[in-house]
Protein backbone atom coordinates (compact mmCIF):
# COMPACT_ATOMS: atom_id res chain seq x y z
CA UNK A 1 0.00 0.00 0.00
CA UNK A 2 2.74 2.88 0.77
CA UNK A 3 4.29 1.83 -2.75
CA UNK A 4 1.21 2.71 -4.02
CA UNK A 5 0.86 6.00 -2.21
CA UNK A 6 4.36 6.71 -2.93
CA UNK A 7 4.23 6.52 -6.60
CA UNK A 8 0.55 8.17 -6.73
CA UNK A 9 2.71 11.35 -4.72
CA UNK A 10 5.26 10.57 -7.47
CA UNK A 11 2.94 11.38 -10.68
CA UNK A 12 1.55 13.74 -8.79
CA UNK A 13 4.65 15.89 -8.33
CA UNK A 14 5.35 14.84 -12.00
CA UNK A 15 2.24 16.14 -13.18
CA UNK A 16 2.80 19.72 -11.40
CA UNK A 17 6.18 19.86 -12.32
CA UNK A 18 4.50 19.22 -16.33
CA UNK A 19 2.25 22.05 -15.50
CA UNK A 20 4.34 24.47 -14.72
CA UNK A 21 6.69 24.01 -17.63
CA UNK A 22 3.71 23.90 -20.00
CA UNK A 23 2.48 27.44 -18.34
CA UNK A 24 6.22 28.68 -18.37
CA UNK A 25 6.49 28.09 -22.36
CA UNK A 26 3.04 29.34 -23.49
CA UNK A 27 1.91 32.29 -21.24
CA UNK A 28 5.39 33.99 -19.97
CA UNK A 29 6.73 34.71 -23.37
CA UNK A 30 3.79 36.58 -23.95
CA UNK A 31 3.57 38.51 -20.75
CA UNK A 32 7.28 38.94 -21.10
CA UNK A 33 6.86 40.95 -24.06
CA UNK A 34 4.07 42.88 -23.13
CA UNK A 35 4.67 46.33 -22.73
CA UNK A 36 2.37 48.96 -21.20
CA UNK A 37 0.91 51.57 -23.17
CA UNK A 38 -0.81 54.89 -21.98
CA UNK A 39 -2.98 57.44 -23.10
CA UNK A 40 -1.13 60.70 -23.00
CA UNK A 41 -4.06 62.63 -21.55
CA UNK A 42 -4.91 59.79 -18.95
CA UNK A 43 -1.46 59.56 -17.70
CA UNK A 44 -1.04 63.45 -17.67
CA UNK A 45 -4.56 63.15 -15.22
CA UNK A 46 -2.56 60.31 -13.32
CA UNK A 47 0.70 62.36 -12.73
CA UNK A 48 -1.71 65.54 -11.46
CA UNK A 49 -3.57 63.23 -8.74
CA UNK A 50 0.03 62.70 -6.94
CA UNK A 51 0.18 65.82 -5.08
CA UNK A 52 2.43 68.59 -6.54
CA UNK A 53 5.40 66.43 -7.61
CA UNK A 54 2.69 64.78 -10.13
CA UNK A 55 1.34 68.20 -10.99
CA UNK A 56 5.19 69.46 -12.04
CA UNK A 57 5.49 66.39 -14.22
CA UNK A 58 2.31 66.35 -15.77
CA UNK A 59 3.46 70.07 -17.11
CA UNK A 60 6.76 68.96 -17.74
CA UNK A 61 5.46 66.42 -20.10
CA UNK A 62 3.50 68.70 -21.93
CA UNK A 63 5.99 71.58 -22.14
CA UNK A 64 8.27 68.33 -23.87
CA UNK A 65 5.50 67.61 -26.23
CA UNK A 66 3.61 70.83 -27.21
CA UNK A 67 6.18 73.68 -26.71
CA UNK A 68 9.21 74.16 -29.00
CA UNK A 69 12.29 72.43 -27.81
CA UNK A 70 15.61 72.11 -29.10
CA UNK A 71 14.80 68.78 -31.07
CA UNK A 72 16.28 66.32 -33.58
CA UNK A 73 14.52 65.29 -36.76
CA UNK A 74 15.16 61.99 -38.66
CA UNK A 75 14.12 61.52 -42.35
CA UNK A 76 15.82 59.60 -44.67
CA UNK A 77 17.70 57.85 -41.91
CA UNK A 78 19.39 61.71 -41.72
CA UNK A 79 19.59 62.97 -38.69
CA UNK A 80 19.03 67.02 -38.83
CA UNK A 81 18.89 69.36 -35.41
CA UNK A 82 15.64 71.75 -35.12
CA UNK A 83 18.02 74.42 -32.74
CA UNK A 84 21.65 74.57 -31.95
CA UNK A 85 20.58 73.85 -28.01
CA UNK A 86 20.96 70.59 -26.24
CA UNK A 87 18.20 68.32 -28.29
CA UNK A 88 15.32 66.74 -26.07
CA UNK A 89 13.06 65.65 -28.21
CA UNK A 90 13.40 63.62 -30.94
CA UNK A 91 10.90 63.63 -34.34
CA UNK A 92 10.01 60.84 -36.99
CA UNK A 93 7.68 59.14 -39.10
CA UNK A 94 6.95 55.82 -38.06
CA UNK A 95 8.91 54.65 -41.63
CA UNK A 96 12.05 56.17 -40.62
CA UNK A 97 12.07 54.37 -36.75
CA UNK A 98 15.17 52.26 -38.14
CA UNK A 99 17.11 55.82 -38.07
CA UNK A 100 16.77 55.89 -34.46
CA UNK A 101 18.84 52.43 -33.90
CA UNK A 102 22.00 54.21 -34.91
CA UNK A 103 24.70 55.08 -32.61
CA UNK A 104 24.45 58.65 -32.35
CA UNK A 105 25.48 61.21 -29.59
CA UNK A 106 23.21 63.49 -30.18
CA UNK A 107 20.12 61.30 -29.03
CA UNK A 108 22.27 61.11 -25.38
CA UNK A 109 20.10 63.73 -24.33
CA UNK A 110 16.94 62.90 -25.79
CA UNK A 111 14.27 62.65 -23.36
CA UNK A 112 11.14 61.76 -25.42
CA UNK A 113 10.91 60.61 -29.00
CA UNK A 114 8.08 61.64 -30.93
CA UNK A 115 6.73 58.88 -33.57
CA UNK A 116 4.22 60.38 -35.95
CA UNK A 117 1.69 57.69 -37.57
CA UNK A 118 -0.12 58.66 -40.52
CA UNK A 119 -2.49 55.75 -40.95
CA UNK A 120 -3.13 52.33 -39.68
CA UNK A 121 -1.25 49.46 -41.16
CA UNK A 122 2.23 50.77 -40.97
CA UNK A 123 4.15 47.52 -41.74
CA UNK A 124 7.12 49.25 -39.51
CA UNK A 125 7.29 49.11 -35.85
CA UNK A 126 9.48 50.76 -33.31
CA UNK A 127 11.83 47.45 -31.95
CA UNK A 128 12.67 49.26 -28.11
CA UNK A 129 15.30 46.87 -28.01
CA UNK A 130 17.36 48.75 -30.18
CA UNK A 131 17.28 51.99 -28.74
CA UNK A 132 20.92 51.71 -27.06
CA UNK A 133 22.03 55.66 -27.70
CA UNK A 134 19.13 57.15 -25.38
CA UNK A 135 20.60 57.49 -21.52
CA UNK A 136 18.36 60.54 -20.82
CA UNK A 137 15.35 58.99 -22.39
CA UNK A 138 11.89 59.01 -20.99
CA UNK A 139 8.80 58.59 -22.99
CA UNK A 140 8.23 57.18 -26.43
CA UNK A 141 5.21 58.92 -27.95
CA UNK A 142 2.90 57.76 -30.95
CA UNK A 143 0.77 60.38 -32.39
CA UNK A 144 -1.55 58.75 -34.38
CA UNK A 145 -3.55 60.56 -36.89
CA UNK A 146 -6.40 58.51 -36.90
CA UNK A 147 -8.26 56.43 -34.02
CA UNK A 148 -6.35 54.14 -32.14
CA UNK A 149 -5.60 52.45 -28.37
CA UNK A 150 -3.15 51.58 -26.37
CA UNK A 151 -3.59 47.74 -27.58
CA UNK A 152 -3.24 49.32 -31.47
CA UNK A 153 0.18 50.51 -29.94
CA UNK A 154 1.07 47.47 -28.11
CA UNK A 155 0.16 45.20 -31.21
CA UNK A 156 1.19 46.71 -34.46
CA UNK A 157 3.69 49.81 -33.41
CA UNK A 158 5.96 48.19 -30.82
CA UNK A 159 8.38 45.16 -31.43
CA UNK A 160 10.71 43.89 -28.86
CA UNK A 161 10.77 44.67 -25.32
CA UNK A 162 12.48 47.78 -23.66
CA UNK A 163 15.26 47.36 -21.12
CA UNK A 164 14.81 50.60 -19.52
CA UNK A 165 11.86 52.05 -17.88
CA UNK A 166 10.44 54.46 -20.71
CA UNK A 167 6.81 55.28 -20.61
CA UNK A 168 5.33 54.19 -23.73
CA UNK A 169 1.99 56.50 -24.70
CA UNK A 170 -0.26 57.23 -27.27
CA UNK A 171 -2.00 60.31 -28.04
CA UNK A 172 -4.53 61.05 -30.92
CA UNK A 173 -4.60 63.98 -32.99
CA UNK A 174 -6.53 64.03 -36.36
CA UNK A 175 -6.12 66.33 -39.05
CA UNK A 176 -8.94 68.61 -40.14
Known amino acids: MKKIILKMKKVQHFSLVLIILIVGVFVLPTNANSQTVKSFDDYCTELR ?3 SVGATSAENLNKLYFEFN ?3 VVTNADVKETS ?3 PVVIDVNISEVAGLYEKNKKFETVEMIKINVDRPGSLN ?4 GKLSGFSSLKYVVFQCGFQ ?4 YVKNNLIAGRSLDNHTILYLVSIPE
Open 125 to 128: ALDL
Open 70 to 72: PGL
Open 84 to 86: VST
Open 148 to 151: CNAN
Open 49 to 51: SVK
